[in-house]
């Protein structure tokens, strides 16, 4: 009897494996067969990809169509050219994320965030190593069964998330709590999304220690300009790097923005205060936007829980960040004096290299 007992147990805890595996570990993609990314500099990649990276952190949305003319005649020179088959998604997701900036809105903008999924699920299962891509992949299928009103692509994307944050919680907690913050104040997720960014910043921006945005200690650490930021390993997301210029200044507006959503508008006030200890700060193209977010941090609390339905216009004072025409600019756009000098001599070609992309 107690040998059946045992083995009863047995099974339900390898059934319970099996569950697990399946529904929380698991990742569908539209790739099929395709397993081995390459690493390609050929003529028409390097030309697509450099030219990614100069409009990207331009900021120029409205060159998307000629970016995407030219990583896709790169990726059907070699479709297994993980470089630009990233970058493809990234453009699609840019196009969707930053939908408030287009001249001409149209309600075709759906069909960016259904391949920016085919794309980081392609990247994904070509090199299943690269939690960021994953944490990617889950963010465009939320998007896109958000507007498709598909729950069931929105629950695979947040497993997806959870897996990516499982796997790398200094990216892949920032990367959906992003997402999540468009949700109702009062949403069950939204709480996690708080609660993520919390931990984020007592882990990444304090050192370890609580974080407090009067504490001269956090101070300290968060206005020390890292000079490589590559050599800190998967720390690297962490700090400003040529990558993202700003992405010390970003997570505190959104971790700002949420608090202030959720109705703790002084908190929120005091992070957004704290951006200004960013290294780069002065450099930023966008802190006019944190510094209405400062003065008006009250009256937001309203302000950003109205919903934004799609295809709205909506001012970038009026929303949370993620849904705002800069909600990728924010992190990623250099300043024209970065431009001309912090970076002016910057090696990406090194800095970029294989080891970033495979993640090796």
């Known amino acids: 009897m107690k040998k059946k007992i045992i083995l009863s147990i047995a099974g339900v805890v390898f059934l319970g494996i099996v569950v697990f595996q ?32 100069e409009q990207f952190h331009l900021g120029n949305y409205d060159s998307i169509p000629a970016i995407l003319e030219q990583l896709t005649a790169a990726y059907l020179d070699n479709p297994n050219d993980l470089k630009t088959i990233n970058h493809l998604g990234f453009t699609h997701m840019w196009a969707i994320a930053e939908q408030q900036s287009a001249k001409n809105p149209s309600s075709t903008i759906i069909g960016h965030s259904v391949l920016a999924s085919k794309y980081f699920g392609e990247s994904y299962m070509l090199n299943p190593h690269d939690t960021r891509i994953l944490s990617f992949l889950s963010s465009s299928k939320i998007v896109t069964g958000s507007i498709s009103k598909d729950e069931g692509l929105i629950r695979e994307g947040y497993f997806n998330g959870l897996k990516a944050i499982r796997e790398w919680k200094d990216f892949s907690a920032f990367s959906l709590a992003y997402t999540l913050s468009r949700l109702p104040h009062d949403d069950t997720n939204y709480a996690k999304a708080l609660a993520w960014m919390e931990e984020l910043a007592n882990r990444c921006y304090c ?15 968060v206005s020390q300009r890292v ?15 040529w990558v993202a210029p700003h992405n010390v200044e970003g997570f505190f507006m959104t971790w700002g923005d949420l608090l202030v959503k959720h109705g703790d508008w002084e908190k929120g006030a005091s992070i957004y205060a704290f951006a200004k200890h960013a290294p780069d700060y002065e450099n930023w ?58 970076y002016k001599n910057f090696d990406h070609y090194t800095y970029l290299d294989k080891a970033f992309y495979f993640l090796e």
């Open 207 to 221: 050192d370890g220690q609580n974080f407090d945005p009067e504490s001269e200690d956090c101070i300290r650490f």
């Open 22 to 53: 399946i529904v929380f570990n698991s990742v569908d993609t539209i790739n099929k067969s395709k397993h081995k990314g390459e690493w390609v500099e050929s003529k028409v990649s390097v030309e697509a990809n450099d030219f990614f990276w």
């Open 285 to 342: 193209d966008y802190k006019d936007v944190l510094e209405r977010r400062l003065t008006h941090a009250q009256q937001n609390v309203t302000v950003f829980r109205k919903e934004v339905k799609a295809g709205e216009k909506v001012a970038v004072d009026h929303t949370v960040l993620v849904q705002t025409a800069i909600a990728c600019r924010s992190c990623h756009q250099m300043s024209k004096n970065e431009i001309a000098s912090t």
């Open 227 to 241: 000079e490589e930021p590559k050599r800190l390993g998967k720390k690297r997301v962490v700090p400003n790097s």
